[in-house]
């Protein structure tokens, strides 16, 4: 298991082939990889946005991923797993989230998944403050479902 914040920009997928590179007493045990890759957008709640800043608890929010994740391996059969979270300033289409997980069938990959990201956007202590198009700055006080509307 590795969790990371991150300041700096980082390519999920080259991530993702380089962590699983480092466990290869692992080759031919899994049979199922789900990784979900969040993006930031270029609007949100009707307004254009062109920029915004991911401020973090240190020490707190690693710790609460770290229970995510556990808590997700002790319900579904989990090898590996890997959290990628970038804080500070990002723009558009700058990856936000990384989160891949490995496992022997893909009903515990797909489901696991889903439970990490979800818990991660509603439990994980995260402050978004969004620079809209016209310059204003606004605090992001809820996340979405995850569906469009």
Request: glycine share 6%.
């Amino acid at each position: 298991m590795l969790i990371e914040l991150r300041a700096e920009a980082f390519d999920p997928w080259r991530e993702v082939q380089a962590y699983q590179a480092n466990f290869q007493d692992l080759a031919g045990k899994f049979g199922a990889t789900a990784v979900f890759v969040g993006s930031m957008r270029d609007f949100n709640q009707g307004d254009g946005v062109s920029a915004m800043s991911l401020e973090y608890y240190p020490g707190m929010t690693e710790k609460q991923l770290q229970r995510i994740v556990e808590c997700a391996q002790s319900r579904w059969q989990l090898l590996n797993s890997l959290v990628l979270h970038r804080i500070g300033d990002v723009k558009p289409q700058d990856t936000l989230v990384l989160v891949a997980v490995w496992s022997a069938h893909r009903g515990d990959a797909f489901d696991a998944n889903r439970y990490i990201m979800e818990e991660l956007k509603s439990q994980a202590p995260f402050w978004k403050r969004e620079t809209l198009s016209d310059g204003r700055q606004r605090w992001v006080e809820k996340n979405s479902d995850g569906y469009a509307h």
